[in-house]
């Protein structure tokens, strides 16, 4: 039996990246920006909200125009293009058909020119310095020759891509003018569920448009599923394609969030938009200026979400942390005693809510700090300090795809030894012991628990197993109760919990 070298079971979400219009793009998550140079800078002086007392709705008698109207200039409309092919049409007369009646006569008269094709996108940007610096999406300038930036005084701008961060899809632009109007940076994080925000940009290139609503959550995380590091505002304020990169402001004016996505069925607003609070916005903006690039702490672990089923297994009372499904070698995290099978729980004397939490307050501490965790192992709390390394841009995702709870046990779950020969098929070291799994029944629990075909199972409830009797052993009087497993899925382990049948 061949078995899949990587396979994971995604759950879809069309997510509708608000900026790729004419030329029906899809997100890019890889940065390539052909013809454009990555620049260093001295940081963007922008201006930056001061506190104040809440704002009273009872002096916006006739609407909202005295906030949006002074904000509006602010905001650019940005068309990119892009080189997506370049092909040479064929010549019938080289064919040998043709050449036996005409030779050569019409071969180099018929030769025909390569040919270029272009995409072009439309989005939305901020402008957050007078001195021409512009944020906006990523995806809304990824891989793109040349960046057009239109004002809302008619005026056309050659943008530089200063540079971009695809994991967490924010971009810098420089354009060559003096004393424009900006927006003020708020902070997002003092944003609650209900606070009153209005989204500003060019949706389908119709022209500058606001809408409004109000702040549907906050700290949203979606899996990965639009971008690596996800802490995103929520909002049902109107976001279409064309407004990604835009806008998101409060009832100062202040720009609390950058635009960059929505959730359809469709590909139409449907009330479910996010936006990029301005605070990561604003920390992703000064590292791009500053070094060119964003240069991220790095734990070296792959993480997982702690479920209520998870924390169960685990002895904890309920879920959140984050549980270290995997360990890099000679990393910071491992160097410092970090335990595959340990439950993160604070960072820094602050809780850790999800993996997300964890991934994304990491990213934000420079390298060579201290972080301060809290962790859970084998029923018992401990303090552990873990020097932060850089985080390396070919560093292994975390996941979380297993976790697609069942209410069954492991039947319809078929293992068998871990041979030579099949550690060569899935490209695992020597070294790797367990079993493997080499049938799956799609309808059983072990299949809505993420387990498939080419897992190795490691450990059953904390026993490791090398065979198929330490399996079965592992597994005997567990028919009633959940079973927490240790897989290996192309060389990277994390935890999973089947259900017992009910």
Same mark, same amino acid.
């Given at each position: 039996?061949?078995?899949?070298?990587?396979?994971?079971?995604?759950?879809?979400?069309?997510?509708?990246?608000?900026?790729?219009?004419?030329?029906?793009?899809?997100?890019?998550?890889?940065?390539?920006?052909? @013809?454009?140079?990555?620049?260093?800078?001295? $940081? &963007?002086?922008?201006? =930056? %909200?001061?506190?104040? *007392?809440?704002?009273? !709705?009872?002096?916006?008698?006739?609407?909202f125009?005295?906030?949006?109207?002074?904000?509006?200039?602010?905001?650019?409309?940005?068309?990119s293009?892009?080189?997506?092919?370049?092909?040479?049409?064929?010549n019938?007369?080289?064919?040998?058909?043709?050449?036996?009646?005409?030779?050569?006569?019409?071969?180099?008269?018929?030769?025909?020119?390569?040919?270029?094709?272009?995409?072009?996108?439309?989005?939305?940007?901020?402008?957050?310095?007078?001195?021409g610096y512009?944020?906006?999406?990523?995806?809304?300038?990824?891989?793109?020759?040349?960046?057009?930036?239109?004002t809302?005084?008619?005026?056309?701008?050659?943008?530089?891509?200063? @540079?971009?961060?695809?994991?967490?899809?924010i $971009? &810098?632009?420089?354009? =060559? %003018?003096?004393?424009? *109007?900006?927006?003020? !940076?708020?902070?997002?994080?003092?944003?609650?569920?209900?606070?009153?925000?209005?989204?500003?940009?060019?949706?389908?290139?119709?022209?500058?448009?606001?809408?409004?609503?109000?702040?549907?959550?906050?700290?949203?995380?979606?899996?990965?599923?639009?971008?690596?590091?996800?802490?995103?505002?929520?909002?049902?304020?109107?976001?279409?394609?064309?407004?990604?990169?835009?806008?998101?402001?409060?009832?100062?004016?202040?720009?609390?969030?950058?635009?960059?996505?929505?959730?359809?069925?469709?590909?139409?607003?449907?009330?479910?938009?996010?936006?990029?609070?301005?605070?990561?916005?604003?920390?992703?903006?000064?590292?791009i200026?500053?070094?060119?690039?964003?240069?991220?702490?790095?734990?070296?672990?792959?993480?997982?979400?702690?479920?209520?089923?998870?924390?169960?297994?685990?002895?904890?009372?309920?879920?959140?942390?984050a549980?270290?499904?995997?360990?890099?070698?000679d990393?910071?995290?491992?160097?410092?005693?970090?335990?595959?099978?340990?439950?993160?729980?604070?960072?820094?004397?602050?809780?850790?809510?999800?993996?997300?939490?964890?991934?994304?307050?990491?990213?934000?501490?420079?390298?060579?700090?201290?972080?301060?965790?809290?962790?859970?192992?084998?029923?018992?709390?401990?303090?552990?300090?873990?020097?932060?390394?850089?985080?390396?841009?070919?560093?292994?995702?975390?996941?979380?795809?297993?976790?697609?709870q069942?209410?069954?046990?492991?039947?319809?779950?078929?293992?068998?030894?871990?041979?030579?020969?099949?550690?060569?098929?899935?490209?695992?070291?020597?070294?790797?012991?367990?079993?493997?799994?080499?049938?799956?029944?799609?309808?059983?629990?072990?299949?809505?628990?993420?387990?498939?075909?080419?897992?190795?199972?490691?450990?059953?409830?904390?026993?490791?197993?090398?065979?198929?009797?330490?399996?079965?052993?592992?597994?005997?009087?567990?028919?009633?109760?959940?079973?927490?497993?240790l897989?290996d899925?192309?060389?990277?382990?994390?935890?999973?919990?089947?259900?017992?049948?009910?």
């Amino acid at each position: 039996m061949n078995y899949p070298r990587k396979s994971f079971p995604y759950w879809t979400l069309v997510v509708i990246g608000a900026a790729l219009v004419f030329g029906g793009l899809v997100r890019a998550g890889v940065l390539h920006l052909a @013809g454009l140079q990555i620049h260093a800078a001295p $940081a &963007v002086t922008v201006q =930056e %909200a001061q506190s104040a *007392p809440p704002v009273s !709705l009872a002096g916006f008698k006739n609407g909202f125009a005295s906030v949006i109207d002074p904000a509006l200039p602010a905001v650019v409309n940005i068309s990119s293009t892009k080189v997506v092919k370049e092909k040479q049409m064929p010549n019938m007369f080289d064919d040998p058909f043709f050449r036996q009646f005409f030779g050569n006569q019409f071969g180099q008269q018929q030769q025909q020119q390569p040919q270029t094709e272009h995409e072009y996108s439309l989005g939305s940007g901020v402008i957050v310095n007078p001195e021409g610096y512009v944020l906006t999406n990523n995806h809304v300038v990824s891989g793109a020759s040349d960046v057009e930036v239109y004002t809302q005084n008619h005026k056309e701008y050659k943008a530089k891509v200063i @540079g971009t961060d695809p994991r967490t899809d924010i $971009a &810098v632009l420089k354009i =060559e %003018a003096t004393g424009l *109007p900006t927006l003020t !940076l708020g902070d997002s994080a003092k944003l609650k569920v209900g606070d009153l925000v209005f989204a500003i940009g060019d949706p389908f290139g119709i022209g500058e448009t606001a809408t409004m609503g109000i702040v549907s959550a906050t700290q949203r995380a979606l899996g990965g599923q639009i971008e690596h590091y996800e802490d995103f505002i929520q909002t049902d304020a109107a976001i279409n394609p064309g407004n990604s990169g835009g806008a998101l402001i409060d009832v100062r004016g202040d720009l609390i969030g950058i635009n960059t996505a929505i959730l359809s069925g469709g590909g139409g607003n449907q009330g479910i938009g996010f936006a990029i609070p301005i605070d990561l916005a604003h920390h992703i903006m000064d590292q791009i200026v500053e070094h060119g690039k964003v240069i991220r702490g790095y734990l070296g672990i792959t993480i997982q979400q702690v479920s209520p089923e998870m924390a169960k297994a685990f002895g904890l009372s309920q879920g959140g942390g984050a549980l270290v499904g995997d360990v890099t070698s000679d990393g910071p995290a491992a160097k410092a005693g970090i335990q595959r099978g340990d439950i993160i729980l604070q960072l820094n004397g602050t809780p850790v809510t999800s993996q997300d939490d964890l991934s994304l307050r990491v990213s934000e501490m420079a390298p060579g700090s201290v972080a301060h965790l809290q962790v859970y192992r084998n029923g018992h709390t401990q303090e552990i300090d873990v020097t932060l390394g850089t985080f390396p841009e070919n560093a292994q995702t975390a996941q979380n795809n297993n976790e697609n709870q069942g209410a069954a046990g492991l039947k319809g779950l078929q293992v068998q030894n871990l041979t030579a020969d099949i550690r060569q098929q899935l490209n695992l070291p020597a070294t790797t012991s367990g079993v493997v799994v080499n049938q799956v029944d799609p309808d059983s629990a072990a299949a809505q628990a993420g387990i498939q075909q080419g897992d190795v199972i490691q450990e059953v409830n904390h026993k490791p197993v090398h065979n198929v009797d330490e399996y079965q052993a592992a597994l005997a009087g567990t028919a009633n109760q959940p079973v927490l497993l240790l897989i290996d899925r192309g060389g990277t382990t994390l935890f999973v919990v089947v259900e017992p049948q009910q």
